[in-house]
């Protein structure tokens, strides 16, 4: 957008509503993913999670700490909260 004279803003007021663990955006503290993912699982059965790392021109070096702490602190508690839930 930026190349084409645009931007894309979104107020604080706006934006605290999106991520609430019953809406669209996976934003927050490790614990608060597991949470949205767990509440989300509930609903739909989904065995994919697909996120975008890199909305709003992140630095590499904080693209590359999301993944970091999506594939050690909130993956593995998913995967064994499902686990659980499922009685295996």
């Known amino acids: 957008m930026k190349e084409r004279g645009q931007r894309f803003w979104v107020s604080r007021s706006d934006l605290d509503p999106m991520t609430a663990p019953n809406n669209v955006l996976a934003v927050g503290s490790p614990q608060q993913l597991v949470v ?8 739909f059965g989904h065995s994919r999670f697909m996120g975008q790392f890199d909305l709003g021109g992140q630095s590499l070096s904080k693209v590359a700490t999301a993944i ?21």
Do not use: N
Request: proline share 3%; net charge positive; charged share 35%.
């Open 36 to 43: 949205k993912i767990l509440h989300q699982y509930e609903l």
């Open 68 to 88: 970091e702490l999506l594939a050690t602190e909130v993956a593995p508690v998913v995967r064994r909260e499902i686990r659980k839930s499922r009685g295996q």
